[in-house]
């Protein structure tokens, strides 16, 4: 039987002073189509919690819940692989819209190693 890999809502960002935290106490890594916001606390028991942002600038609504849906799966993929006590969070430029899946999650990862979160 397959582990079954979830991202449940508790493992998610979702109040503003949270995103607003990041920012101020964190650092970010940019990259062509997304930027990574990243900070670390000191307690290692803390689970990994990841945001999302999508502007209007990445487009219309069915748009910008498609990079959302993209960027959640592409985190739920790796969240095993991400150093615990991590609060990371995501935002889509408005060249991500016209990248494949595939380039996203590179992109991703590529910016994930650059911000030294993955587990060694």
Known sequence: MQKRLRFPKSRRLTLDSEFQRVRIEGSSVRGGT??????KNAELEVPVRAGFITSR???????????????REIFR??????SSGVWIVTIASPQAARETSRALEDEWLRLARRASILAP
């Open 34 to 39: 997304l930027t990574l916001g990243v900070l």
């Open 77 to 82: 993929k790796h969240q095993h692989e991400i």
């Open 57 to 71: 600038r990445v487009g219309r609504a069915v748009v910008r819940n498609r990079i959302r849906r993209r960027l």
